[in-house]
């Protein structure tokens, strides 16, 4: 089934310890975004990417770093976790600009 | 400062009812909104979209309503079924941005 693939689904990490995120789409989408979910503020934009080979920032994007060398993977980075960093992980894709997207299901992360 | 937001956290209506989810925001310059459905343990799932050229736009049981005036819109959903609980986010953007704000959703519950 075409989506959005992201793992893990869920992790307990350790304050100060490096992680990645990994999301893949088989759509062939040219735009990837991350974003975060917190109870009562909705979904804040990390970042995002318009195509492969360009990154931009979004609402929330300190302590985050993402690539995107290629059109499927859209990899997020956390170089050291802060318990501030807990939250839900959602992966997204789009054909483009103002355009509907489609998410995957979310990594859970707890920063102990 | 929340650029889009959702008044009403929750919502109960009876089964066959309409439901109406509000929606408020204030950038003046968003020109591109839609509505997407969570349920829990899953990534949103995009509804219905609005550009600010109409004032409706009409899918199945579902509509939505932009009055640009107020920077209000709404989503109608009729008649409203069990499956239709779930937490239902608005989101706007900018056109040819890929930047999309998200308010911080209503939860629906429709009652057999």
């Known amino acids: 089934i075409a989506g959005i693939t992201q793992a893990p689904t869920s992790q307990i990490l350790a304050a100060g310890r490096r992680m990645t995120l990994r999301c893949t789409q088989d759509?062939?989408?040219?735009?990837m975004y991350w974003y975060r979910q917190d109870l009562g503020l909705g979904l804040r934009l990390i970042h995002y990417?318009?195509?492969?080979?360009?990154?931009g920032k979004g609402e929330v994007p300190d302590g985050y770093s993402v690539s995107r060398a290629n059109t499927d993977d859209f990899p997020l980075t956390l170089a050291s976790a802060v318990p501030s960093q807990t939250s839900v992980y959602f992966c997204?894709?789009?054909?483009?600009?103002?355009?509907?997207?489609?998410f995957g299901d979310g990594t859970r992360l707890s920063i102990l | 400062d929340q650029q889009v937001k959702q008044n009403s956290p929750s919502l109960s209506v009876q089964e066959g009812r309409i439901s109406i989810l509000n929606c408020d925001y204030t950038?003046?310059?968003?020109?591109?909104f839609l509505w997407y459905k969570k349920y829990p343990a899953e990534g949103p799932t995009f509804l219905i979209s609005?550009?600010?050229?109409?004032d409706k736009n009409e899918d199945g049981r579902f509509t939505v309503f932009l009055n640009k005036s107020a920077k209000h819109l709404s989503l109608h959903i009729v008649p409203s079924q069990p499956g239709d609980s779930a937490v239902y986010f608005c989101?706007?953007?900018?056109?040819?941005?890929?930047?999309?704000?998200f308010g911080t959703g209503t939860r629906l519950k429709v009652l057999a």
């Open positions: 990417s318009n195509t492969a080979g360009t990154t």
């Open positions: 950038n003046s310059m968003f020109d591109y």
């Open positions: 989101a706007a953007s900018t056109s040819g941005t890929y930047k999309y704000i």
């Open positions: 759509m062939r989408h040219n735009a």
């Open positions: 997204a894709s789009s054909w483009g600009a103002n355009q509907p997207q489609h």
């Open positions: 609005i550009s600010s050229i109409k």
